[in-house]
């Protein structure tokens, strides 16, 4: 069996090539169990060793989720759409509401939070802030969480001397959030700027978003600059790459 590019598969990959495609014409349904590994393996004449990998890259792809003891199931999580030009608009965070009523009918929880002041930014963080030397930032780390599942992990760096005394430094920033009291400071986002990436993970942040170490990570890099072109903001974000669709809309 070859794949679309003529490729020969391992027995382990068409396996998990067949799983796959009967979960894509919902013989089995979100949540449902899939066979064992005992069963697959006899049902394909391969060992258990064999079918255990093929479970693995379903696994690593985010379509199944697997328990000690218990069997595995079809992934139930639906991912989210991230919206980026609109999350991003003044008309959200400017009244009042947070970044992601602009993504789907989900919020994610927040349940991991960090802020720490007069941290000494890592080098491409002062070049982009244009810091001055020995200028220092507050961090504020994030985890989020959707339907029980770590989905990103976010660390937001912003001068201290701009932000120093202000809600931003405080772990609930209040309606809008950072960009609203950005505002409030004088300092709003009237551009921004995303890089995005694709890699595998550190371990750290594997085991922060509680994914194998084969998952690829979406790291997102979005600067945020005031109107007078400075730079106020750098969010770094990582992301379960099966957790997330990039959806970006713009007219021509």
Known sequence: MTDETGVQLTKAQQIAAELKAAIERGDYGPGDRLPGESALAAQHGVSDLTARRAMKILRTEGLIETKKGAAARVISFQPIRRRGIQRLARNQWGSGKTVWSADDHRAPDVDQ??????????????????????????????????????????????????????????????????????ADLGHAPAHFREEIRVRMPSAEEAARLAIPAERTVVKLARTAFDVEGRAVEINEMTMDGTAYVLDYEFDA
Not at 155 to 166: D, H, K, N
């Open 113 to 182: 939070i960090k802020v720490r002041e007069n941290v000494a930014a890592p080098p491409h963080i002062s070049d982009v802030l244009e810091l001055a030397p020995g200028e220092t930032v507050c961090v504020r780390s994030r985890r989020y969480v959707m339907e029980g599942r770590p989905v990103m992990v976010a660390e937001s760096y912003l001068p201290q001397s701009l932000v120093a005394g202000s809600p931003i430094v405080q772990a609930d920033t209040g309606p809008g959030g950072i960009y609203a009291r950005l």
